[in-house]
């Protein structure tokens, strides 16, 4: 008895991008018995802890054609593109696939079969991107009212995490976690971190716990200056992304500008409170979903035309609204479920 097999195709932007993708095939598996990823290789640690994926594989960049045997073999009757470039529309026409599902108004999209016009192209900044990309389903028949995506750590990620807290002395849910960069934040050598110390500070003193503050090995010199001028603790580069999921789990509560270990967090369960603080953010759009989250918003006013990309001094980063941050974060954790408190 042959397998119904669909496969999402998620090879593009940020971690984050693709976790929040993820909720598509929750939807694809409406209708298909099987559903893998196919994405990127930075990407496959995050999305092999994703339970709504049978397997999770890589397009490293190398031939098309190599790639597209490989799918071929493999059966699928539906693919769906939610990160739509000339290679990701070619690859599935080459594998033979049925039915492939992508954005509408481009060069390459003679290459679908289903052609969707993605809503925020219309001027839709309030719909979430989980709901515009589910969109994609639709198209096909395909849905779900569920959309907060998944991420389970593994007992290895467990133990590590309980490793790294041993090293510290911390007990296991006795911290709250900050993450206070992006993807920009160590390319341009201009991020402040007044705001950040300042708000790990407040948290220690608030919650009268130990505060992580977490980051890339990029970000190193972001994060350890923060620790010290605040009495946070540093643990910038000394986690994978299954190691902080199984942090984030324990956490008492998860604060940090919005990337994608704010979507991890929120996938876990823990209290997410995502901090927007660009004028040009959609926090509707990319605000984390779980079961306890909250988003504060830009409050600084911006310099006209500013982006995250192009500010010259990210004033709204060092002028952080400290007292409503953490007047979010005493709402979200005084609501903890009687099995985490």
Known sequence: MSTSRALLYCAGGGIGDSLVASVVARALRTRYERVDALTLRSHRDSLVRVPDFDDVLVDDDASATALADELRERNYEACIVTWATQRTARVPQMAGIPIRVGQARRLYSLRFTKRVLVRSELGDVMSHWADILLDYARAIGCDTGDLRPRFVPTPEDERAAETLLGRLNLAK????????????????????????????????????VPVLVTGTKRDEAIVDAIAVDSGAISIAGDTTIGDFGALARNA????????????????????????????????????????????????????????????????????????????????????????RG
């Open 173 to 208: 849910d006795g911290y709250i976690i900050l993450h206070p960069t992006n993807a920009i934040a160590p390319k341009r050598g201009i991020w402040p971190t007044i705001g950040w110390a300042s708000l790990a500070r407040t948290l220690r003193e608030r919650f009268a």
């Open 252 to 339: 008492r509560a998860f604060v940090g500008i919005t990337t994608g270990s704010m979507h991890v967090a929120a996938a876990v369960g823990a209290p997410t409170i995502g901090i927007f603080p660009f004028q040009t953010d959609f926090p509707e759009r990319w605000a984390p979903v779980g079961d306890r989250t909250a988003i504060v918003r830009a409050s600084y006013p911006c310099h006209p035309g500013d982006t995250k990309e192009t500010c010259a001094d990210y004033a709204c980063v060092a002028n952080l609204d400290v007292t409503r941050i953490v007047a979010t974060v005493e709402s979200l954790v005084s609501a903890v479920s009687p099995s």
